[in-house]
């Protein structure tokens, strides 16, 4: 599967954001699509990410669960990522990328070796 992500921008604090992630390949449904994110001199976290099953299963990671609402819309191959009530912590590289079958989250956390594909970064910068 082939990823391509968009949508960062730089935006106030308590301002929102929307990341676009388009699937392409064969057997897109097959794969769950996560968003991760790299902050300058962090090591790389999972955000969000939803199956591609009937139900669509999701998983938000506790930092963001409330603020940020991931989406898929099948039909598209698209994933979002809706952001809102941005903070400064949110600032960084985002990706999204696939894995075969689900999320893959343990311990409320989604592990990230077990993603192969992914797209290129985009940025989110949130200022005070």
């Known amino acids: 599967v082939q990823l391509q992500a968009s949508g960062g921008g730089s935006v106030q604090s308590g301002g929102s954001l929307k990341l676009s992630c388009v699937a392409s390949?064969?057997?897109?449904?097959?794969?769950?699509i996560g968003w991760f994110r790299q902050g300058s001199g962090d090591m790389r976290e999972g955000v969000a990410c939803?199956?591609?099953?009937?139900?669509?299963?999701?998983f938000h990671a506790p930092s963001v669960k409330g603020r940020f609402t991931i989406s898929r819309d099948n039909a598209k191959n698209t994933v979002t990522l809706q952001m809102n009530r941005l903070q400064r912590d949110d600032t960084g590289v985002y990706y999204c990328?696939?894995?075969?079958?689900?999320?893959?989250?343990?311990?409320?956390?989604?592990?990230?070796?077990?993603?192969?594909?992914w797209g290129q970064g985009t940025q989110v910068t949130v200022s005070s």
């Open positions: 390949g064969r057997n897109v449904r097959a794969y769950s």
């Open positions: 939803a199956t591609g099953r009937a139900g669509d299963d999701t």
């Open positions: 990328a696939g894995t075969i079958g689900d999320c893959s989250v343990v311990n409320d956390q989604i592990y990230l070796d077990d993603y192969d594909y």
